[in-house]
C-alpha cells in the first residue's frame, strides 16, 4: 500500500520554506526520500530508520516521527535547483521482523520561481 | 561511478507481443527492483528480488514476470503486452534498507 504524501504540488519563491508529508497507517521500518528532475531518474536523499530521528544536510532535512508512522522533508531557503518531484519511499515491518520491498507515494511536485 | 543500465530506452510494441526489459547493474548489490511511473501515481513497486533465482511480488505484479539467473542482471517480462501497460518502467539496485540507484528508465508504449 502505498504511503500518503501532502501536498501533491507546491509553487514558491526563492528563500522560501516547504515541507512534504509522507504518512503511513502501519509503523514503518524505514523511510526514504528521493528527487527526480524532469526527464531524469529519481536520486536518493536520505533514508530515516529510528522513530524520532532527524537527519539532513546543507538546507534540506527530514524527521520520523516516534511512532515510525509519519516523515516530513523540510526545504528550508528554497533555491530553483530544489525544483521537482519529491517521492517519499517506505519499508513496512513484517510481523516475524525483516523489511519489504521500497513503495512510493505518489510524489509532490515542487516549483520554485525566481 | 555506480551505474544501472536499462537496455532499451524506448520501446514500440504491439498488443499480445511479449516483451524484455533487461536491467544490469555494476555494484554487486543484492537488491533489485523495477517499477512502473505513470503521470498522478507515482513510482508503483512491480517485483524485486533479494537474491539471484529469488522474486517477490510488489504491489502490482498482474501481467509481469520476473527472472534473476544472475546476480547483476533482473529482467521484466510482459508475457503478453496490453495496451495498459503502456508506461515508463524503471529498474533500481540497492543494498538491504539502504540508497536505492535507479536507470534512466524505459518508455514503454503498447499499441
Known amino acids: 500500500q502505498q504511503p500518503v504524501q501532502s501536498p501533491q504540488a507546491v509553487i514558491l519563491r526563492e528563500g522560501e520554506d516547504a515541507v512534504i508529508n509522507c504518512s503511513s497507517s502501519k509503523a514503518l521500518y524505514s523511510v526514504h526520500w528521493y528527487r527526480q528532475k524532469h526527464g531524469e531518474a529519481p536520486v536518493f536523499l536520505m533514508i530515516?530508520?529510528?522513530?524520532?530521528e532527524q537527519k539532513g544536510h546543507d538546507k534540506i532535512s527530514a524527521s520520523f516521527n516516534e511512532k515510525k508512522q509519519q516523515s516530513s522533508l523540510y526545504l528550508t531557503a528554497s533555491q530553483l535547483s530544489y525544483s521537482g518531484t519529491y517521492f517519499c519511499g517506505t519499508e513496512k515491518v513484517y510481523s516475524g521482523g525483516g523489511a519489504d520491498g521500497l513503495t512510493f507515494g505518489k510524489g509532490t511536485h515542487l516549483i520554485i520561481q525566481p | 561511478d555506480v551505474k544501472v543500465t536499462q537496455s532499451s530506452r524506448y520501446l514500440v510494441k504491439r498488443t499480445g507481443e511479449k516483451v524484455f526489459l533487461e536491467c544490469v547493474q555494476d555494484?554487486?548489490?543484492?537488491?533489485m527492483f523495477w517499477y512502473r511511473q505513470d503521470p498522478g501515481l507515482g513510482l508503483r513497486l512491480i517485483y524485486f528480488s533479494y537474491d539471484v533465482k529469488m522474486k517477490e511480488k510488489g504491489d502490482i505484479p498482474e501481467g509481469y514476470s520476473v527472472s534473476r539467473e544472475k546476480k547483476e542482471r533482473f529482467s521484466l517480462i510482459l508475457e503478453s503486452a496490453s495496451t495498459n501497460q503502456t508506461s515508463m518502467y524503471l529498474c533500481?539496485?540497492?543494498?538491504?534498507?539502504?540508497?536505492?540507484?535507479f536507470g534512466e528508465g524505459s518508455r514503454l508504449t503498447v499499441l
Open positions: 555494484m554487486d548489490h543484492e537488491n
Open positions: 530515516l530508520l529510528k522513530g524520532g
Open positions: 533500481a539496485s540497492g543494498l538491504a534498507t539502504g540508497e536505492l540507484f
